[in-house]
Structure formats: C-alpha cells, structure tokens
C-alpha cells in the first residue's frame, strides 16, 4: 500500500511543483508585497510593514471607479451571456440538419482576435468626421439622437462594454451546453412526451436539471472571467481607460505597476489580493447556493 502511496505522489510531483513555482509562490509572494509600506523597486527596500497600501487602493477614485465598473459589468453580462447562451443552445439542438453548420458559425467570434473584435465595435458604435457611425445610423432610422458610445456618456460606453463582452464569451457557452445538452439521454424526452407534457415543462423539468452542473460551472467561469476583464475595455476605448472611466480592476493592477502612473508593486498587490478576496468570495456564495440548485 505504501509503494502505491508513494508512486502516486511520484506522478503527481511534476503538477505539484508547476503549481507551487507558477501559483502558490506567487500568491504567497503578491500578499507580502501588500503589506509592504513604500516599496521601492529600485532599491527592493521598504519602511514598515502595515496595512497602510489598502488603505490607499480602497481611498483612490480611480480604484474605486474600476470597483465600480467591474460589478457593473460582472452583474449585467454574466447572466445574459448565460440566459442567451442557454436559448440558443436549446435551438440548436432541436436542429436536426445543418446543426454542424451552426455551431461553427456561432463559434467563430471565440478564435477571433480580442482586439480585432474590438476595432470592430468600435468602427460601429464611435461617430466620425464622416460617419456618425453605423449603430447611429440606424438609432436615426427610428429617430432617435445619436449617441458617441465610445467617447459621450458613461451609460452609453458602459452599454458598449457590456454588448461586446457578452458577445466575446457567447461562443463558449453555446459551445459548451450544446455539447451538454447532446448527452442527455433522449429516454427522458419519450417518456415525457408520452404523458403530454408541455415544451417549456419539459425544460423546466428535465433539461435544466441535467444541465445544471454545465450552467454553474459557466457562471463560475463567467464570474471569474468578467472579474478579469481588461482587454475587452482596452480594445473599445484604448490605454487611457482612467480619462475614459473605463478602467476594471485589472487595468488598475496593470496601471499601478506599469502605466504611467505605475512603479508601485506594493499598491498593484494589495489591488490584486482585493480582487481574490473579492473573487473568492463570490464562488463560495455560488458553491453554497449551487447545492440546492444543482442536480449531480
């Protein structure tokens, strides 16, 4: 038993160790750098250890501008993104011819280039000396003001950051759940259908259950990854995402250790162990609920 024991850690030690170099020592690592107070890079020296670098992230405006947009963004797209995702998965199951077809023209956006995706948004909704820009275009057709959604309100570039995330992670999710809905066993439609049950009952009853754990591992994912957004705001409204009132809480982390205002790794750290505690704390409340809600 003792040589199976110690065999086992053997295949397990090269996963083991890339963990411990590539994640635990980091993290380890990030969380000292937090609570040291007027890191210098230069030098690699510092004053005093404390909690004086949160104290700072948490009273910046900036910090909490990029708070502000990433629950905003988090809130609105992960469930869209997922409610959609579920609809449209749902068609394409129930296409029998040119199913194939479908999906590869569904996934397409996913190998797309982040920010060639991102050009494109913004050559749709941003006016023009020549064009009022084709979203515009189009608000005009019902009469509507045109609107500058990559420079004007803040309602306006949130909407956009929002309509172009959901549609960067659509193709993962339909994806995934078309693979899920393929394995349930169609046994459990026959016998539904023979005792008359309705369409919508159906998937109350039997495909949302089966499909329960693909879902929640699509909101963990969506959580996670929309708390990671930073790219996407950078691709509609370039570098400057503090002028916009655009930044996310990892522009701010990427901000703080080499943008312009950057040089600060202790002020980047405690950013970023925010993030996880913040990160963290929202998949323990998905675990909790996913108990009752979730069918293994």
């Known amino acids: 038993m003792e040589k199976r024991n110690l065999k086992a850690w053997l295949y397990l030690l090269p996963a083991i160790l890339f963990l411990g170099i590539f994640m635990i020592y980091p993290l380890i690592d990030v969380l ?30 900036y910090f909490l501008q990029a708070i502000k947009n990433t629950l905003i963004l988090v809130g609105i797209t992960v469930p869209i993104s997922t409610v959609i995702a579920i609809a449209i998965s749902v068609c394409l199951s129930s296409i029998k011819k040119l199913r194939n077809l479908f999906q590869t023209v569904y996934f397409l956006p996913y190998v797309t280039n982040t920010l060639a995706v991102g050009l494109v948004f913004m050559l749709l909704f ?50 995934v759940l078309t693979g899920a809905l393929a394995s349930v066993k169609e046994d459990y439609y026959n016998a539904a259908r023979l005792d008359g049950t309705s369409s919508f009952r159906i998937f109350r009853k039997i495909t949302l259950p089966m499909i329960s754990p693909t879902v929640f591992y699509l909101i963990i994912t969506g959580f996670i990854g929309a708390f990671k957004a930073y790219n996407d705001a950078v691709a509609l409204f370039g570098t400057e995402l503090n002028v916009a009132e655009m930044n996310t809480i990892v522009g701010y982390i990427y901000d703080r250790l080499y943008g312009e205002g950057g040089g600060y790794p202790s002020f980047a750290s405690a950013a970023a162990i925010i993030l996880f505690v913040i990160v963290l704390t929202i998949t323990c409340i998905n675990l909790l609920i996913s108990k009752k809600h979730v069918h293994y």
């Open 32 to 61: 000292i750098y937090s609570f040291e107070e007027g890191y210098n890079s230069t030098s690699e020296t510092y004053f005093g250890i404390g909690f004086y670098n949160y104290s700072y992230v948490l009273n910046d405006p």
């Open 126 to 175: 941003k006016p023009t000396d020549y064009s009022p820009g084709f979203v515009n275009l189009l608000l005009g057709v019902f009469g509507m003001t045109p609107v500058d959604f990559i420079e004007g309100p803040y309602w306006a570039k949130m909407f956009v950051l929002c309509f172009y995330t959901v549609w960067v992670v659509l193709p993962f999710k339909i994806l």
